[in-house]
Nanobody, 116 residues
Framework: QVQLVESGGGLVQPGGSLRLSCTASGFIYTIKGMGWYRQAPGKQRELVAVIISGSNTNYADSVKGRFTISRDSAKNTVYLQMNSLKPEETAVYYC??????????WGQGTQVTVSS
């Protein structure tokens, strides 16, 4: 019904910046919110940032002031601007979409590697 495709991942040096994109396709109705999660090897998936109905945003404490989530409704795309990246933030970043119905969708993930 809904497909999410992430892009923009890659290799960056510590302190560098990266902009992730997630484009949704299919039937996109009654969106409750969209967000970004990340999962490093051997660790559980964690919330990075979400943008929810009412245009509210929430961020993990560790990324506040450095990351910005935004969306372009016309393009059905959500973005994650990441600045001042740290090596410990190396992970696969996943896009997530929630409907008011309770249905949840995930993208395939995009690799972000922060290393010098």
């Amino acid at each position: 019904q809904v497909q999410l495709v992430e892009s923009g991942g890659g290799l960056v040096q510590p302190g560098g910046s990266l902009r992730l994109s997630c484009t949704a396709s299919g039937f996109i109705y009654t969106i409750k919110g969209m967000g970004w999660y990340r999962q490093a090897p051997g660790k559980q998936r964690e919330l990075v940032a979400v943008i929810i109905s009412g245009s509210n945003t929430n961020y993990a404490d560790s990324v506040k002031g450095r990351f910005t989530i935004s969306r372009d409704s016309a393009k059905n795309t959500v973005y994650l601007q990441m600045n001042s990246l740290k090596p410990e933030e190396t992970a696969v970043y996943y896009c997530n979409l929630n409907h008011f119905s309770g249905l949840e969708y995930w993208g395939q993930g995009t690799q972000v590697t922060v290393s010098s």
